[in-house]
């Protein structure tokens, strides 16, 4: 069994934590973190479900176009996720800047990169189960109709998108908020995810309550594509839903103690009384400057 996950979107997350929202005229105070020393972290959510589904033993092929200078792509490998398809250009990394609030979240990303994949039968040849994650663009058609030709199951996995109702799908795990958005969505295996109360599964007419695993919460970035790729991958496996969701609870709770997309996978350790954060042997800290007085008029 061979996973392909794909998506287009950030390569690095700036993490602040913000006390409030600042009006135009005010400097809001952010609380002592990576981000607010500068540090971009891994993201991407195809790259975060990618490692999850590592993570429980299924191999995975990663199609996620990357910059020739991106540093996370040699710990992909190392973990063992295949990017021998990945496409890598000499482009900029699209860098995205989370605010949390009291509110809620902001988020701004740099201009995504659009790309097509090429060589579809080098990139499907093996592959038995296809995860299309955000953010959707003519990329997920093309593969979502080439799987289809090929009777490749495919789920659907964070990312809302009108489009994808004109697609059936294997698996559909979102958020509450999304499946509001996104509506009716024809799919055999529903997953509603709710944060701190857990996860719904619906499947056949059943509904199965997955409880949330108690944590001290630092940052919730990444958790439900944790949840999202560990989930999927178990079930692929042969775990049933119970099994299979709680296993996805306790590594997406994991996901919160730490900052970041990939705190599930990674070691925390100092040098220099910086934060590094480390997979497997390497080490890896995106130090970048970053303006710590942020001004904006949108709600958290």
């Not at 299924?58 to 020739?68: G, T």
């Not at 949840?227 to 299979?244: K, M, Y």
Request: hydrophobic residues 45%.
């Amino acid at each position: 069994m061979t996973i392909l996950v794909a998506g287009s979107a950030a390569h690095e997350d700036l993490i602040l934590d913000a006390d409030r929202q600042p009006s135009s005229s005010e400097v809001a105070t952010l609380a002592i973190n990576p981000g607010s020393k500068g540090i971009w972290l891994p993201g991407g959510a195809a790259r975060t479900i990618s490692l999850a589904a590592r993570m429980q033993g299924a191999d995975v092929r990663l199609w996620y176009p990357q910059p020739v200078t991106d540093r996370a792509i040699a710990l992909l490998e190392e973990m063992g996720v295949d990017i021998s398809q990945t496409p890598v250009q000499d482009i900029d990394a699209v860098r995205c800047l989370l605010v949390y609030g009291n509110e809620g979240r902001l988020a701004w990303s740099t201009r995504l990169l659009s790309v097509a994949p090429a060589y579809i039968e080098r990139l499907l040849e093996g592959v038995t189960h296809t995860v299309i994650s955000p953010v959707w663009g003519p990329w997920a058609d093309i593969l979502v109709e080439a799987c289809d030709k090929r009777d490749i199951p495919v789920s659907l996995i964070g990312d809302a998108s009108p489009q994808a109702r004109a697609y059936k799908w294997h698996t559909v795990i979102l958020d509450a908020e999304q499946f509001s958005a996104i509506g009716d969505i024809k799919c055999e295996t529903a997953v509603v995810t709710d944060g701190e109360r857990g996860a719904t599964v619906r499947r056949n007419g059943a509904l199965t309550k997955i409880e949330a695993v108690k944590v001290r919460v630092v940052d919730t970035t990444g958790a439900g594509d944790t949840f999202g790729g560990s989930f999927l991958a178990c079930r692929l496996l042969g775990q049933g839903i119970a099994d299979a969701g709680n296993i996805a609870a306790k590594i997406a709770a994991r996901a919160c103690e730490g900052w970041g997309s990939w705190a599930a996978f990674e070691k925390r350790s100092k040098l220099n009384c910086q934060t590094i954060f480390s997979i497997g042997l390497k080490a890896h800290c995106w130090q970048q400057p970053v303006v710590t007085r942020l001004v904006c008029q949108t709600r958290f």
